[in-house]
């Protein structure tokens, strides 16, 4: 069962290769990442996309940098880590875990001492496989522990991509769902396409099958009568940003979601790892969000579907008001309301 688990991220003898996500499900394409640009752009164009997997990337790209590096110093090579590792934060602002994970390391770098360049390669090397292996820790805890909340249920709606492909392994949202399915007890998902991009489609249907776990997809537009017609006994998503209040921001469309889940009784759960947490921000109203390029509203597939000129407001995510989150799952255990108060113990 575990060997089905697709994972995206791959590191062997200094080689960073990446699944391209966005080939998928048709073709099944590894890349291998040899400059910081492959990084940056991987990350910008979503071959390697969702929160935790991205910071994952970022890690790498500063070994990619220090690798790369003509500095002759370690002063020198530190302060090309850090331009850089603000350059790889660049690529996308709204999930957390990128400049975690880049900060994470530069942070290291600078508290502790190293007598030479190649020292520092070595350390950022065994820092990013860290974060990766921790990542993948991470993801099976939050399995483990939203399995408790799930245990009843016999289908769940999700949102977006939080699987295993959005991490190191096992997922976020799509964890407690494997992890259920290894212990016998299967779960149905109603999957949403997740317009404009599709990851529902394209990325959450494919690994779900591949794992051998019982799938439908339904447009975004269908939520709400699944939620009416089909014993939805819980949703499920992940996270790419969870502020101090417990304001959650992830794939646009997920607070939609979230009202329709409320409107009908059914416990809305998110799922996200304490790297997604940002308590330095006190509410949903001041993340970064994302804005893509009107192309990905007009055209599907290749094909354009709206006028030339046509105005287009393009948001890659949006921020779900705490009050309508049932509880967080997290590597720690489960946060219930008053989030404020339950989020600050959490980082105690
Ligand atoms: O634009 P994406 O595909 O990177 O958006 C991904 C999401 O919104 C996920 O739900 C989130 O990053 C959590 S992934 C475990």
């Known amino acids: 069962m575990d060997n089905n688990i697709i994972t995206p991220i791959k590191f062997n003898n200094g080689i960073i290769t ?17 400059t910081v640009e492959d990084v940056y752009d991987s990350i910008k164009e979503l071959k390697i996309r969702g929160a935790p997997a991205i910071g994952i990337a970022g890690a790498y ?26 350059y790889l934060i660049s690529s996308r602002p709204t999930a957390v875990n990128l400049e975690w994970a880049i900060k994470r390391i530069v942070h290291k770098l600078n508290i502790n001492i190293f007598s030479t360049t190649n ?36 289908n769940v709606l999700t949102h977006c991509n ?27 998902v109603y999957a949403d396409e997740t317009r404009p991009l599709l990851q529902g489609a394209r990325l959450t249907a ?12 339904i447009t975004d537009s269908m939520a709400g009568f699944v939620m009416a017609k089909k014993n939805i006994g819980a949703v499920i998503v992940g996270a790419d940003r969870i502020t101090a209040n417990g304001d959650v921001a992830n794939k646009i469309g997920t607070y939609s979601v979230a009202i329709l889940a409320k409107e009908h009784k059914i416990p809305f759960y998110v799922a996200a790892p304490l790297s997604t947490f940002d ?54 255990g489960i946060i219930t309301p008053s989030y404020r108060a339950n989020i600050k113990k959490h980082f105690e």
């Open 18 to 34: 990446i699944l391209d996500q966005t080939k998928l499900p048709n073709e099944i394409v590894y890349v291998d990442l040899v």
């Open 162 to 188: 939080a699987g295993s492909i959005a991490t190191a392994k096992y997922g976020t949202a799509l964890s407690p769902i494997y992890y259920l399915n290894d212990r016998g007890k299967n779960i149905h």
């Open 119 to 154: 020292e520092v390669l070595e350390f950022v090397s065994s820092e990013a496989q860290l974060i990766q292996k921790e990542d993948e820790q991470t993801c099976y805890k939050i399995g483990e522990f939203g399995s408790k909340l799930l245990e009843n249920v016999k």
């Open 61 to 86: 790209g500063l070994f990619v940098v220090s690798r790369n590096s003509k500095a002759l110093t370690v002063k020198e090579l530190l302060n090309e880590l850090k331009i850089k590792g603000d």
């Open 206 to 217: 494919w690994e779900l099958m591949k794992a051998g776990i019982e799938v439908t997809l």
């Open 279 to 332: 308590v330095s921000i006190d509410s949903g109203d001041d993340i970064p969000i994302e804005e893509r390029a009107k192309e990905e509203v007009t055209f599907i597939g290749g094909r354009q579907y709206a006028p030339d000129d046509v105005d287009v407001y393009n948001p890659a995510f949006d921020v779900t008001p705490n009050e309508y989150i049932t509880a967080i799952i997290t590597e720690k």
